[in-house]
């Protein structure tokens, strides 16, 4: 099962892209996961590789101190996001929260990984 914190940054993220501000201004929003970067770089005449360098634990958060982080704008994805739509998306996340998450007050921790992409050209020498 998917830890309710990731559920609720899930939603999120979902909730941007259908008030139309998944992508903030001036920013690319491309992960080094994101297949258009491994492929442009291919065309470019590189030899790509994604590599996982380290997995590691994030430490345990609630449900409701995830919203919180969102209310108050922690990531920056959300610091250029104008007032009233920031207003709008926490309006519609409370929403979301109170029929969907089970235990609000309940920790969980969730695992992460340091991912790499790396591109080379010419000879592996």
């Given amino acids: 099962a998917v830890p309710e914190p990731t559920l609720v940054r899930s939603q999120w993220l979902r909730l941007r892209e259908e008030l139309g501000v998944a992508q903030p201004a001036g920013r690319s929003n491309m992960w080094g996961s994101d297949r258009?970067?491994?492929?442009?770089?291919?065309?470019l005449g590189a030899r790509v590789e994604?590599?996982?360098l380290a997995a590691f634990q994030r430490p345990p958060i609630t449900p409701r101190e995830?919203?919180?982080?969102?209310?108050?704008?922690?990531?920056?994805?959300?610091?250029?996001?104008?007032?009233d739509v920031h207003g709008e998306?926490?309006?519609r996340m409370g929403a979301w929260f109170d029929q969907h998450i089970a235990a609000p007050?309940?920790?969980?921790?969730?695992?992460?990984?340091?991912?790499?992409?790396?591109a080379r050209w010419g000879d592996p020498g």
């Fill in 89 to 91: 998306l926490i309006r």
């Fill in 36 to 43: 258009r970067l491994s492929d442009e770089l291919a065309s």
């Fill in 50 to 52: 994604e590599r996982t």
């Fill in 66 to 83: 995830m919203f919180e982080h969102l209310r108050e704008r922690m990531y920056s994805s959300d610091w250029q996001t104008s007032d």
């Fill in 105 to 118: 007050d309940t920790p969980s921790a969730t695992a992460g990984e340091f991912q790499v992409l790396s």
